[in-house]
């Protein structure tokens, strides 16, 4: 999920994948909530009730939940354990019985034939050794639990068309997502870089394969792929704003995009707020679609107000909001108004956009 006014966490390349004996751990678990505070902080881990989705951001815990529908009552605060770094920083951990799986783990399990790569990929993982995990997975994508760790670990290697393989053969087993896995005692989490801020953390069920594979297929500039598994995600998680400025951003990527298309943003911003960038950033695809629908006078509101709020705003964000607000003061006829905000771009990042040839320069 790369946003555009976003910069990107760049570490192997912004995606991980973990194991751990699995239950209820608050990092783990269906739902839920961690804090850890250090000196750059306090950094919270929210989990949507119901789902497998988590999200981990430096917002507070109730601008995070406004992310996905949620108020901050709503997350379980499960007791966590907490431990004190070398660098001072006191870290929220789970209950000793969810550590990260010792190298010998499978060792100790009985394991099917059927099974049996899967339980090697995962021993594999467990020491740390992705290579050879990949090469036991790649035998294992008969069932739902290896495709998906096949496919998040060839995502990993920007092996991208074996990835889309894996994950749809996980798509195609819904069902059976996360049984092995759990028949084990084992939780498995993957964690992808939405933005520089902000990580979601999914497992080998539906919505993570969903997730995933999305990521993929907009790597490969897929998009109309991308957005049918970003569809059937909001169809699973109506509330999340990730999702919905992610399926936003696909459907406006086009120069103008047809009426209906349109429509579809303005209804995926319904009642948004200004309350974090995220929601930012879907305010100006709003605004784009209202522009060109031609309601004119309240896109220009809504880019107007969306500008009053600059803190934990990227400066391309901004630019994109003052920029398509240029464009609406054209549209409606100001072209002072319009060429002062033009040239206010131009004295800042000359070779924004097309600021320069509307300026004649």
């Known amino acids: 999920m790369g946003f555009r006014f976003f910069k990107r966490m760049n570490i192997l390349p912004g995606v991980q994948l973990n194991l751990s004996k699995g239950g209820g751990s608050v990092s783990l678990g269906p739902q839920g909530a961690k804090l850890t505070v250090g000196t750059s902080g306090a950094r919270v881990t929210f989990g949507i009730p119901g789902t497998g989705l988590f999200y981990t951001t430096n917002f507070s815990l109730g601008k995070l939940g406004r992310l996905f529908g949620q108020s901050s009552g709503d997350a379980e605060v499960q007791e966590p354990t907490h431990s004190t770094a070398q660098d001072g920083e006191t870290r929220v951990s789970a209950p000793a019985d969810?550590?990260?799986?010792?190298?010998?783990?499978?060792?100790?399990?009985?394991?099917?034939?059927?099974?049996?790569?899967?339980?090697?990929?995962?021993?594999?993982?467990?020491?740390?050794?992705?290579?050879?995990?990949?090469?036991h997975l790649r035998h294992a994508t008969h069932l739902g639990d290896g495709a998906f760790l096949a496919g998040v670990l060839a995502l990993k290697k920007g092996q991208l068309q074996e990835a889309a393989q894996y994950l749809t053969a996980a798509a195609a087993q819904e069902n059976e997502l996360g049984r092995r896995l759990s028949r084990y005692g084992v939780a498995a989490m993957l964690s992808l870089a939405v933005t520089e801020e902000v990580s979601a953390h999914v497992g080998p069920d539906i919505r993570g394969v969903l997730l995933t594979l999305a990521e993929v297929y907009q790597r490969q500039e897929k998009r109309a792929e991308a957005i049918r598994c970003l569809e059937r995600l909001?169809?699973?998680?109506?509330?999340?704003?990730?999702?919905?400025?992610?399926?936003?951003?696909?459907?406006?990527?086009?120069?103008?995009?047809?009426?209906?298309?349109?429509?579809?943003?303005?209804?995926?911003?319904?009642k948004v707020e200004n309350d974090t960038a995220i929601h930012t950033a879907l305010l100006l695809y709003k605004a784009k679609a209202l522009h060109i629908l031609g309601l004119l006078d309240v896109a220009r509101e809504i880019l107007t107000d969306a500008l009053k709020q600059k803190k934990g705003r990227s400066t391309d964000l901004l630019r994109a909001l003052r920029y398509e607000r240029a464009l609406v003061y054209e549209s409606q006829g100001e072209r002072k108004r319009a060429r002062a905000e033009l040239e206010k771009l131009y004295a800042?990042?000359?070779?924004?956009?097309?600021?320069?040839?509307?300026?004649?320069?």
Do not use: H, W
């Open 234 to 270: 909001r169809e699973l998680e109506p509330a999340d704003v990730l999702v919905k400025l992610s399926l936003a951003e696909l459907l406006m990527e086009n120069g103008a995009p047809a009426k209906d298309i349109c429509q579809t943003v303005v209804q995926l911003a319904e």
């Open 98 to 135: 969810q550590e990260r799986l010792p190298p010998d783990f499978f060792d100790q399990l009985s394991v099917p034939d059927d099974q049996k790569e899967l339980a090697a990929g995962c021993q594999a993982l467990a020491k740390g050794d992705e290579d050879e995990a990949l090469a």
């Open 348 to 361: 800042e990042a000359p070779e924004y956009e097309d600021v320069k040839a509307r300026l004649g320069r």
